[in-house]
């Protein structure tokens, strides 16, 4: 697990020549990694890189899984490309992908949890994937990302 805090969760590349020991982050790894990748950045190892260029940890998963997988041919009907991922991602938070999902506290129904209220202007059965996500998307056109509580807690961006 520790070798991890230093490869992927810091995800530092370096450019340039050197040695481990002239960089401290690559001395601290060869002292707290496993030892099958100390080895790697040890005194021994040729740096390659000196000019760090950060790379961020990568997001969670947009690809939420098959429940919600299985619907992005038709998200993607509906919304443009660059919406299609935070979009299944929100599904992912809002229905897991199952489109009989019905939120015990509220009138939400479906895949994107569309609220009884919005029956008045787009009346329909929002269980139906086809209705759901046509009303998500008519939604998004009035109010982005933002109708959805995920998005404005921070998720999905």
């Keep these: ?20 020991a002239a ?19 040890d005194n021994q190892a040729t740096v390659y890189n000196t000019r760090p260029v950060i790379h961020l940890a990568p997001q969670p998963s947009r690809r939420m899984g098959s429940n919600v997988e299985q619907w ?7 919304f443009p490309a ?20 019905k939120n015990p506290n509220s009138s939400a129904a479906g895949l994107f949890q569309i ?21 998500a998307r008519k939604i998004y056109d009035r109010q982005g990302y933002g109708a959805w509580n995920p998005y404005n807690n921070g998720h999905c961006r």
């Design 72 to 78: 992005r041919t038709l998200v993607e009907t509906y």
């Design 82 to 101: 660059e919406t299609v991922d935070t979009m299944l991602c929100l599904m992912g938070y809002e229905s897991g992908g199952n489109p009989n999902a």
């Design 1 to 20: 697990m520790r070798r991890w805090v230093w490869v992927l969760i810091v995800g530092l590349v370096f450019t340039g020549v050197g040695t481990a």
């Design 115 to 135: 609220m009884e209220f919005w029956q008045a202007d787009y009346p329909g059965d929002y269980y139906d994937p086809v209705t759901n996500v046509s009303v």
């Design 23 to 41: 960089h401290p982050v690559l001395s601290l790894c060869s002292q707290v990694c496993e030892p099958e990748w100390a080895a790697i950045y």
